[in-house]
């Protein structure tokens, strides 16, 4: 079993920046590929980006290519979300998965979820 935890998240600024940090529990991340998705009031939960266990793979969702970065470190059991270039489309309740599947950025792959943390951008 595994338990995670999101913090970081806050009220920014437009063009502000924000550091997501997910910590684990339970269980050691290098079994797992870990993502992050987000979820808008009335909206689906959507990919955000995703690394691979060794970091040495990382994927994002076009929205974000450029402006976020993912990061991992397993010997602390932390994944991290930098988000950098804030736009309002970019508010929502962020969440941390962990999936076995290579398919990553398909919620209904994931095995476990934190239980999100609001970021809100706005001026």
């Known amino acids: 079993q595994v338990q995670l935890a999101e913090s970081g998240g806050g009220l920014v600024q437009p063009g502000g920046s924000l550091r997501l940090s997910c910590s684990a529990s339970?269980?050691?991340?290098?079994?797992?590929?870990m993502g992050w998705f987000r979820q808008a009031p009335g909206q689906e939960r959507e990919f955000v980006a995703a690394?691979?266990?060794?970091?040495?793979?990382?994927d994002y969702a076009d929205s974000v290519r450029g402006r976020f970065t993912i990061s991992r470190d397993n010997a602390k059991n932390t994944v991290a979300l930098q988000m950098d270039s804030l736009k309002p489309e970019d508010t929502a309740v962020y969440y941390c998965?962990?999936?076995?599947?290579?398919?990553?950025?398909?919620?209904?792959?994931?095995?476990?979820w934190g239980q999100g943390t609001q970021v809100t951008v706005s001026s």
């Open positions: 998965g962990a999936t076995y599947s290579s398919s990553w950025e398909k919620e209904y792959e994931y095995e476990y």
């Open positions: 339970g269980r050691t991340l290098s079994t797992f590929i």
């Open positions: 690394s691979d266990w060794r970091d040495s793979v990382r």
